[in-house]
């Protein structure tokens, strides 16, 4: 009898080779950058609790989908971080935001299914849905250099 591999886990294998690629690895260690400064800082997370009520979150690579909360809650306080990193801190650029963006889309649905996928009712059945949809997915994407990396993995 063949072993059956854990799903989540083989997920989360397929998300780390995106954060492998040159320009992904760049956007993120800024935004991890961004938020360490503001972790760091008592009077940026003041503020920023002042403007929404929220904090930045760190990523953890052992922690399923940490990244992409990291990149979801950013992209969330984004107005309130750009006002707030005016205090002399280095930024993310129009562009730069736009490729978090970009990444946030091409993660979400991983996160998801990651999300469905670790729960005690998971069943066969719902992991092949979800590898249909994911693979649906990444062939939206398909133009786009991420995805195209990620499609064979997924096929595994």
């Not at 320009?23 to 961004?34: E, G, M, P, T, W």
Request: proline residues 3%; glycine residues 2%; positive net charge.
């Amino acid at each position: 009898m063949d072993r059956t591999p854990c799903v989540v886990h083989n997920l989360q294998l397929v998300v780390h080779m995106v954060h492998e690629g040159a320009s992904v690895k760049r956007i993120l260690d800024k935004a991890r950058s961004i938020v360490n400064l503001f972790r760091k800082s008592s009077i940026a997370t003041q503020k920023l609790l002042e403007h929404c009520g929220l904090i930045l979150l760190n990523d953890c690579l052992t922690h399923w989908s940490s990244t992409f909360n990291m990149i979801a809650r950013l992209l969330k306080l984004k107005e309130s971080v750009c006002q707030i990193a005016n205090m002399g801190w280095d930024g993310l650029l129009p562009s730069e935001w736009q490729k978090l963006t970009s990444l946030h889309d091409l993660l979400l649905p991983f996160a998801e299914h990651t999300k469905t996928l670790q729960s005690d009712t998971m069943s066969m059945a719902l992991a092949v849905s979800a590898l249909f949809d994911l693979l649906s997915h990444l062939e939206d994407f398909k133009q786009k250099t991420l995805a195209t990396k990620t499609l064979p993995q997924l096929h595994r």
